[in-house]
Structures are given as structure tokens and as C-alpha cells.
């Protein structure tokens, strides 16, 4: 199964065992879900049910993982079973929530998740049926898991690799942000010294919908060419990161090592080295 479905695919697909996932966020998100969504969506949160926000983004970043038991509640609380066929949207192309609820879903060993391509717009354009108000469903039953499955890489881990040059980390922000030219949700500008830039914006085409896997194949390719083969991944805060780990998931890659905590957490750890391109 690809991981990526367009709202055409959607359109055809029958709804027994379908669970369809609401991600949009900001500070409206839940009351644009009430007001409209696609039929049977049900809403979930980023900040509450995505991550664990803490005090201190220095240890974690901004949107560090939760606890997998907690996420088990989490997709328990959404009706998910084993053998739902998942499907998620947000209003950004994929770039926000849809991709870290579609890692964190992998991660927790569910293997139908897919991503709606072009999020709500491209829904709306295909006249998929949409709702208002909240959604009613039961509760499942699912398997506690032990841990993530997925590979994740921590802040001391990033560094090591950098150090022995034995991984290739991609920083997949905005290239202003990359180079330090200004920030505008983190502390300071710049980026990890020896990560290199691909934004996520690059997996898009001109209409944001993800480029066809063969071209996201020969593109990274060619980008990766004679670098660490091992990938590790970040972006601000672990989130937007998860687009460049779909598109490569997409593109027939092996799926690389999120570094979750990101540029929010190696900006704020005291004594890191921050590099600028200005």
C-alpha cells in the first residue's frame, strides 16, 4: 500500500474498517473541524494527542513523542483496530499533522495508513462528502505496544553521527530558516553544523500534490549521491520532518531516523554549536 492516496482513491474506497483522521492545526483547528470535515473524520489534536509537550523544549523540542502508552490510548479513544484502513488529512499539504500522525501510526505497528494528497482543498475539489459537528464512534480494542518502531535519533546521537560523518542528516526546513536569514517560531536562527538543506516544500509540485514516487526517487538520489548512506531526518520540532519521511517512505526509500526534538531542542541545549549561511 502506498502512502500516499489521492481523494479520487478515496473516493472509491469502501468504507468498511475506514477510519478517517482530522489533523488540521492552529489555534481554530478543532472548531474548522466542527464546521466542516469529511464525513466520519474524526479530529485529532496535535498538541494533545501527537505529542508531550513539556516545559523545557531544550530536552525534546517542542514536540516531543508521547509516551506509547499513551498513544495507545490515543488510537484506542479514535476507534483504530489492527486491520483499520486509516487514511489522514490536514490543510497543508500534509506538511503539518498528517505526516507525524501517519510516523506515529507506523511506528506503532499499524500498517494500513495512508495520506490524503493535497489534504481538504483536494478533497473539496473532488466533491468528496463532507460533515459538521462532531462524529460518533466506539471506542476500540488494541494492542499495547512497548516502544516505537520506527528509528528515532536523539540530539547526542545526531551529534556522534556528525562527528564520525557516519550518517547524512537533512534539515528539511525553509532554506531562510536554514541559513540563518531569521526564525520565526524558534530562539535563534541558523541550523546544526554539517546537516544539510532539501526543504519539504521540494517533495510538492507546483500544485502541492507529492511528486510521483519515480520522480522523488531520482531526485533524492541524485541528492544523496555519495553521501553517509544512513539517513536522519529533522526539521523545527519533529513534525514537518515526518513530510520528508513520507515522501521517501513514497519514493521507495527505507524509512530514516526521525530526530524528533529537532532544531527547537539543539538551539535551546546550552553550549551546541549553531552554523549560519549569511
Not at 459538521?132 to 553521527?161: A, R
Request: include cysteine; proline fraction near 4%.
Amino acid at each position: 500500500m502506498f502512502p500516499i492516496i489521492s481523494p479520487k482513491q478515496l473516493k472509491e474506497l469502501s468504507a468498511e474498517k475506514l477510519i478517517i483522521l482530522d489533523v488540521r492545526t492552529g489555534k481554530d483547528s478543532y472548531q474548522n473541524y466542527l464546521n466542516k470535515h469529511l464525513k466520519e473524520a474524526r479530529f485529532v489534536d496535535l498538541d494533545k494527542d501527537l505529542a508531550e509537550i513539556v516545559e523545557d523544549a531544550a530536552y525534546g523540542g517542542r514536540h516531543p513523542l508521547p509516551k506509547i502508552q499513551k498513544f495507545s490510548e490515543t488510537v484506542s479513544h479514535l476507534g483504530v483496530s489492527e486491520d483499520s484502513h486509516i487514511i489522514i488529512y490536514d490543510d497543508i499539504n500534509g506538511a503539518n499533522a498528517a505526516a507525524r500522525a501517519w510516523w506515529m501510526l507506523k511506528s506503532f505497528g499499524l500498517e494500513n495508513v495512508q495520506v490524503l494528497d493535497g489534504g481538504i482543498q483536494a478533497a473539496e475539489k473532488e466533491d468528496l462528502e463532507f460533515s459538521l459537528g462532531e462524529e460518533v464512534f466506539e471506542k476500540s480494542e488494541i494492542t499495547l505496544k512497548e516502544h516505537w518502531l520506527l528509528p528515532i535519533s536523539s540530539l547526542e546521537g545526531v551529534e556522534n553521527e556528525l562527528t564520525n560523518e557516519s550518517a547524512t542528516v537533512i534539515d528539511v526546513r525553509d532554506s531562510y530558516r536554514y541559513k540563518g536569514e531569521s526564525e520565526p517560531i524558534d530562539l535563534v536562527a541558523g541550523h546544526i553544523p554539517g546537516v544539510i538543506n532539501i526543504p519539504f516544500s521540494e517533495n510538492l509540485d507546483k500544485n502541492g500534490n507529492f511528486l510521483k514516487p519515480e520522480f522523488l526517487k531520482e531526485k533524492y538520489s541524485k541528492l544523496l549521491e555519495n553521501k553517509p548512506e544512513k539517513l536522519i531526518i529533522h526539521c523545527g520540532s519533529g513534525v514537518t520532518a515526518c513530510h520528508t519521511i513520507l515522501a521517501l517512505a513514497y519514493a521507495g526509500f527505507e524509512i530514516p531516523n526521525l530526530y524528533v526534538g529537532s532544531w527547537s531542542e539543539w538551539s535551546r541545549r546550552e553550549g551546541k554549536e549553531i552554523a549560519k549561511e549569511i
